[in-house]
């Protein structure tokens, strides 16, 4: 597929002056932003700041209000059903919670990509199903239910099945969520080896300060629909904007006292 490029670099998402609304609610606010080849861009703001509304709509499983998406050098937003699904054969989506088939092996879960984009043997999907497993570490256990895998075992196992047709574009929802230090830690390093043997480009929705800062190329901070922040590692820690120091100091920003007393005054009448 073409690729577009900006500065030499690859834009392998560009999202030009997107607009969502939930009803009356304005939730993405004129965004812009392009990711490019072979980084690891990470999204991160407060609940209700709109970053899984981004996310969604990256994945093509929301329309926008108005703007446009495009991954890969393709019009994502105004595709058709049949061009989308084209599209998906190239990427990758690691859920939250591993969203893996509970009635299903994991060997089962980790070929349902190759079965919906590919016509390949059973003896093929058998063969990368087994190399997928070993590049998470989970080699051996293809037979185990997802009933039997602990929380660090779902989240590799997602990854497994994400990467399953090796996507130029992979994305990932909560990666480090619910896991102890240790595995966090581990999963981090798992991403970092995937970036880079294998060439992919991430976008990773987190509010994990110590894993956003590991592996992220850059960072981009949302707050109330609008990008509050677009910089490196480095740079945020610099950012002198209230949401942003808020968000890396894990300090709560300071309410209006107008807007508190009021709302004390609504519960009471």
Do not use: W
Not at 204 to 212: C, K, Q, R
């Amino acid at each position: 597929m073409r690729k577009v490029k900006q500065n030499d670099r690859k834009a392998m998402i560009r999202v030009s002056d997107l607009v969502t609304h939930y009803g009356e609610r304005k939730i993405l606010d004129g965004l812009d932003l392009t990711v490019f080849e072979g980084e690891i861009l990470v999204i991160m703001g407060g609940s209700g700041s709109g970053k899984s509304t981004l996310l969604n709509h990256l994945l093509g499983l929301l329309t926008p209000t108005s703007g446009t998406i495009e991954l890969l050098g393709m019009d994502f937003t105004h595709a058709s059903a049949g061009n989308k699904q084209l599209l998906r054969r190239y990427m990758g989506m690691a859920f939250q919670n591993g969203a893996l088939f509970s009635s299903m092996t994991l060997a089962e879960n980790i070929q349902l990509p190759m079965r919906e984009h590919t016509n390949l043997p059973q003896s093929t999907m058998d063969i990368l199903t087994q190399m997928k497993l070993e590049v998470v570490n989970l080699g051996g256990f293809e037979n185990l239910m997802p009933s039997e895998l602990s929380g660090g075992m779902i989240k590799r196992a997602a990854l497994a099945r994400a990467i399953a047709l090796d996507p130029e574009l992979l994305f990932f929802d909560e990666p480090s969520a619910g896991l102890d230090p240790i595995v966090a830690a581990e999963l981090d390093q798992l991403i970092l080896r995937l970036r880079d043997g294998l060439q992919m480009t991430m976008v990773v929705v987190t509010h994990e300060l110590d894993s956003a800062f590991t592996i992220a190329d850059r960072i981009v901070v949302l707050d109330k629909g609008k990008i509050v922040f677009n910089g490196s590692v480095e740079a945020i820690r610099e950012c002198p904007h209230e949401t942003v120091v808020a968000l890396i100091n894990r300090q709560p920003q300071e309410q209006n006292q107008a807007d508190s007393d009021a709302f004390i005054e609504r519960l009471l009448n």
